[in-house]
């Protein structure tokens, strides 16, 4: 696997961090000063980190572990995903749900929901109700959706 130097982060940019008034106190021990008004990140440490992380990475796929790609920025989307399925490795592109690795299971439930909700309307169960309970229930499959 191939090092990255601390002057390919430079150049990369990977020093910038977020506006000074945006930051969250834990990251207080990365942060290695301030400049006009941007937070700038401790290289040393970012590299230290990302072979960490390279670490565990190339364990887990030795293990044949499943490794999940997510970029939801717009930027970074096409290259998560051709990366992803250059690896054969699922990934996510769109919008991160909160709870979807840490409570799948309520997950799991509203999905089976929409799909129950999916079927009824097109079997015609959904006639019955009324045409605003109908365009509440259209709204939610695609809320849900």
């Known amino acids: 696997m191939k090092k990255v130097s601390l002057e390919e982060l430079l150049e990369a940019g990977c020093h ?5 008034r945006r930051w ?8 290695y000063g301030e400049r006009e008004g941007i937070h700038i990140f ?4 970012t590299k230290d980190g990302l072979e960490q992380a390279c670490e565990f990475l190339a364990k887990v796929a030795g293990e044949n ?22 690896a054969g490795a699922p990934y996510m592109t769109q919008r991160w749900m909160g709870g979807m690795l840490t409570n799948f299971e309520q997950m799991q439930k509203r999905i089976r929901h929409m799909k129950d909700m999916k079927m009824k309307r097109e079997t015609g169960e ?3 109700y009324t ?5 509440l229930i259209d709204r939610e499959i695609a809320r849900l959706e």
């Open 24 to 31: 969250n106190p834990a990251m207080k021990n990365y942060v």
């Open 42 to 45: 401790d290289l040393v440490k």
């Open 16 to 20: 910038f961090g977020h506006q000074v």
């Open 131 to 135: 045409k605003r309970e109908q365009l």
């Open 65 to 86: 572990g499943v490794v999940l790609f997510v970029g939801t920025k717009r930027q970074a989307a096409d290259i998560v995903k051709q990366k992803a399925i250059e």
């Open 126 to 128: 959904l006639k019955k």
